[in-house]
């Protein structure tokens, strides 16, 4: 960000502060950009963590990965001086769906989670399975102002490096830097097709290249053919965040990502997942700081802790320890289920795993995914009232979680999308209730 970029976000930062009661020329509060005493000066918020332009006359803030960064810089107490505060502790909020039709439902639901403060919406991509994704999230951003769209996630094996990057760039020209490409080695759209998932090393070629095309810089295809895309503009950008469990996966994320995707919401594994993350972001020479941690998982909020209401929602969301089991069924068949590589507390539950098949995949209900226990469940998801949600969610944060994604393949998305938005995401980011 430039010096009259910086200047004005800093000093709507101040001015923030100073419509919500804060002394002139004193600390803006507990974080900045207008958080006083458990207040957000939401307008600022938005404009800057949302990715708006409303902050620099006559110019516009720099797209999502610039702003991104400029958050986290503050969040790591980079500008500490002119009355801004030296820490930020926010967490952003995203959605997860499926593809499936009708695509409409798809789209009101991510408008419905626009209007209850998510900053980021996902979907599944899995051309068999569900509908083109890419189509879709064209009407969501279409629908909305601010969210971020996404796949969670896309593979190298489905479609060429230049068709991904290419449909990135065509969107964030349309509709001004929105998107976040999610990547991973490929699971269900892979397998059902009758391919393998892609290797680790085409992965790492993919990020450097859709990165690349996207931003309208020069790639290597990979056979010594190089491109760029000519028509795509100064100030382009495209995240690549990178789905990870294993340990050459968790450090090729911190290696090459700009985030991580960490499918589950355990605690210990998460702290031990990225920690290896900014352990290889170290160890490459960056900033680990600068890897936006993303976890994803299962919400499910209850009207009470009853015994009927935890068994209802785990029921709801065992499909998840099951999808998450492919995985680690890899993992472990690679390094062995000894915990000497690869973490008891991820592999164990799977020793009755019996197949999977992908019919069900990312369904309640999934008849594949009896095996997983109420362990799992309780562990790898949020269920249960609110403040149980609320709870998690800072033990999350403290672990240097960014994004919470919120998978809602149940029975009840209006009802957690509402919830979130009237109880939890305001309880977590210290702010009164998200419009509605």
């Not at 309208?216 to 950008?237: H, K, S």
């Not at 495209?238 to 050459?248: K, N, R, S």
Request: aromatic letters at 8%; charged letters at 20%; a neutral charge.
């Amino acid at each position: 960000m430039g010096t009259t970029a910086r200047a004005a976000f800093v000093k709507a930062a101040q001015g923030a502060g100073a419509a919500a009661g804060a002394a002139p020329g004193g600390p803006v509060g507990a974080v900045a950009l207008g958080f006083i005493a458990g207040e957000v000066a939401a307008p600022v918020y938005d404009a800057i963590v949302g990715g708006g332009n409303a902050l620099v006359p006559g110019g516009s803030i720099p797209g999502p990965r610039t702003v991104r960064h400029e958050h986290r810089f503050l969040r790591r107490g980079g500008l500490a001086r002119g009355g801004v505060a030296e820490r930020i502790d926010v967490m952003d909020f995203g959605l997860v769906l499926q593809t499936d039709p009708p695509a409409a439902r798809v789209v009101s639901l991510m408008k419905r989670a626009e209007r209850n403060g998510f900053t980021h919406g996902w979907t599944f991509d899995s051309a068999v399975l569900w509908q083109e994704p890419f189509v879709i999230h064209s009407q969501i951003l279409a629908n909305t102002t601010r969210l971020k769209i996404g796949p969670m996630v896309t593979n190298p094996g489905t479609r060429t490096l230049e068709v991904t990057a290419s449909t990135f760039a065509t969107l964030n020209d349309m509709f001004g830097n929105r998107t976040i490409c999610g990547i991973g080695r490929g699971d269900s759209a892979m397998r059902v097709a009758g391919r393998s998932p892609t290797t680790l090393v085409r992965l790492g070629e993919a990020i450097r290249v859709i990165r690349a095309l996207a931003r309208g810089e020069a790639a290597d295809l990979g056979d010594g053919t190089v491109v760029r895309f000519p028509w795509v503009g100064p100030g382009a950008e495209l995240p690549v965040w990178m789905a990870a469990y294993g340990p050459g996966a968790l450090k090729l994320t911190g290696e090459e990502a700009d985030g991580f995707i960490l499918q589950l919401a355990d605690l210990y594994l998460t702290e031990y997942m990225v920690r290896a993350v900014r352990d290889a972001a170290a160890a490459a020479g960056r900033d680990p700081a600068e890897v936006t941690v993303c976890v994803a998982a299962p919400a499910y909020v209850t009207a009470d802790d009853s015994p009927a209401a935890l068994a209802h929602a785990r029921e709801q969301c065992r499909w998840f320890g099951g999808m998450v089991g492919n995985h680690v069924a890899d993992l472990v068949a690679r390094y062995g289920a000894d915990g000497d590589v690869v973490p008891r507390e991820l592999t164990d539950y799977v020793r009755t795993r019996q197949g999977y098949d992908y019919a069900h995949h990312g369904r309640s209900g999934n008849p594949d995914t009896r095996f997983v226990p109420d362990e799992i469940v309780d562990r790898f998801c949020l269920i249960g009232p609110a403040e149980r949600h609320i709870e998690k969610l800072n033990a999350l944060r403290a672990l240097g979680v960014d994004q919470f994604a919120l998978y809602a393949m149940h029975d009840a998305r209006e009802a957690v999308i509402d919830a979130y938005g009237s109880q939890v995401i305001p309880a977590v980011r210290g702010r009164g209730s998200a419009r509605r």
